[in-house]
């Protein structure tokens, strides 16, 4: 069964770092871009970064650009989120998500698989 669990999230203070993780299952990652997307609760679900299929990063949301970055490594199927200098308006539901059109934003059906999600809560 095609999966992508992240993990790696958790309580941090303000301007801490947490490192999410993206593992793929049952297939392999080196044919897809990789996107990071948040939600909030009460808000509507935010991109974050993408990752195309040869590593080129792109950068959706501005609030997290020289604090977040997105990497890949096809040999353990993972993708990560550095997440640095954290702030209590990251505080979401981080998730991962398989996407066919390499990181250009065409609609919500370029992304085929999504993982379950990781909370992230940045608090003092």
């Known amino acids: 069964q095609v999966q992508l669990v992240e993990s790696g999230g958790g309580l941090v203070q303000p301007g801490g770092s947490l490192r999410l993780s993206c593992q793929a299952s049952?297939?392999?990652?080196?044919?897809?871009?990789i996107g990071w997307f948040r939600q909030a609760p009460g808000k509507n679900r935010e991109a974050v970064l993408c990752?195309?299929?040869?590593?080129?990063?792109?950068i959706y949301a501005d609030s997290v650009r020289g604090r977040f970055t997105i990497s890949r490594d096809n040999t353990k199927n993972t993708v990560y989120l550095q997440m640095n200098s954290l702030k209590p308006e990251d505080t979401a539901v981080y998730y991962c998500?398989?996407?066919?059109?390499?990181?250009?934003?065409?609609?919500?059906?370029?992304?085929?698989?999504w993982g379950q999600g990781t909370q992230v809560t940045v608090s003092s």
């Open positions: 998500a398989t996407d066919a059109a390499n990181c250009v934003m065409v609609g919500p059906n370029q992304y085929d698989h």
């Open positions: 049952a297939f392999t990652l080196d044919y897809y871009a």
């Open positions: 990752i195309t299929r040869s590593g080129s990063t792109t």
